[in-house]
Every structure is written in structure tokens, then in C-alpha cells.
């Protein structure tokens, strides 16, 4: 049986798709985007504020089923520019402290023309 995640501490979906998913003892969130999840607009116009962005829209989400960046097992990583890697690097290191396994790559462009964009797989025991 699936659990579909809704809070408003993480941007409402802008397509067909849940915030978030539990399954199996999983979490799998869609990935967040730098949007204010009160106005639905992009946060911020450097990779710094808006990665900061995106990892306080995962921990909303992450919050919503009772866990925190410490339950975090994946992340998938998109940037616009890998020349933001580094920066990105810094303000992504302050929040996934547990080092999850993840993959970075670059994208030709992202929802709302965006930097950076996350998406986490968590445990939930």
C-alpha cells in the first residue's frame, strides 16, 4: 500500500505528480526545485540560495513523514551549469551531513528555467 505525501512545507506539485511516495519501507520525493512552497515562485537567482531553497523544500518533506536528512539513503543531484558544482558542493554538505549515496549531473534546463533541482530516496525505520 502506497502513502502519498502532502504538506505545505515543499512546493504543491506543478504536474501529474505527488510530492512524495512511501512505499515499502521507502520514501522516494519527487525533485524540488528552488520554488517558495507559499508562492509557488523560484527563490533566489545564485545556485547558493537556490540549492538552500531546495534543501529546505526536501526537509518539509521529509518532516511531513516524521524523518530528517539523517534517514536520506539517495539523492539524485541536476544542475543547469556544472560550473556550480563546488558552490553547490557547499550549501548540499551543510544539509546531507550522513553523506547519502548520490548521483550529480548536469541538465540542459530545468522546470521554471531553475539551477539545481533534488531528489531524495529515505528509510523510514
Same mark, same amino acid.
Given at each position: 500500500m502506497f502513502k502519498v505525501t502532502s504538506t505545505?512545507?515543499?512546493?504543491?506539485?506543478?504536474?501529474?505528480?505527488? !510530492? $512524495?511516495?512511501s512505499a515499502n519501507g521507502f520514501l522516494f520525493a519527487s525533485g524540488q526545485i528552488a520554488l517558495?512552497?507559499?508562492t509557488g515562485e &523560484?527563490?533566489?537567482t545564485t545556485?547558493?540560495? !537556490? $540549492?538552500?531553497?531546495?534543501?529546505m523544500n526536501v526537509q518539509g518533506i521529509l518532516q511531513a513523514n516524521g524523518l530528517?536528512?539523517?534517514?536520506? &539513503?539517495?539523492?539524485?543531484c541536476f544542475l543547469a551549469d556544472m560550473g556550480d558544482f563546488a558552490a553547490f558542493n557547499a550549501v548540499y554538505a551543510k544539509y546531507f551531513v550522513g553523506k547519502p549515496a548520490r548521483s550529480c549531473v548536469a541538465v540542459k534546463?530545468?522546470?521554471?528555467?531553475?539551477?539545481?533541482?533534488?531528489?531524495?530516496?529515505?528509510a523510514e525505520n
Open positions: 505545505e512545507n515543499a512546493p504543491g506539485a506543478i504536474g501529474p505528480y505527488s !510530492q $512524495a511516495i517558495d512552497p507559499a &523560484v527563490v533566489g545556485i547558493e540560495a !537556490q $540549492a538552500e531553497r531546495c534543501c530528517g536528512f539523517e534517514n536520506v &539513503v539517495k539523492t539524485t534546463t530545468l522546470p521554471k528555467n531553475v539551477l539545481c533541482e533534488i531528489e531524495i530516496i529515505a
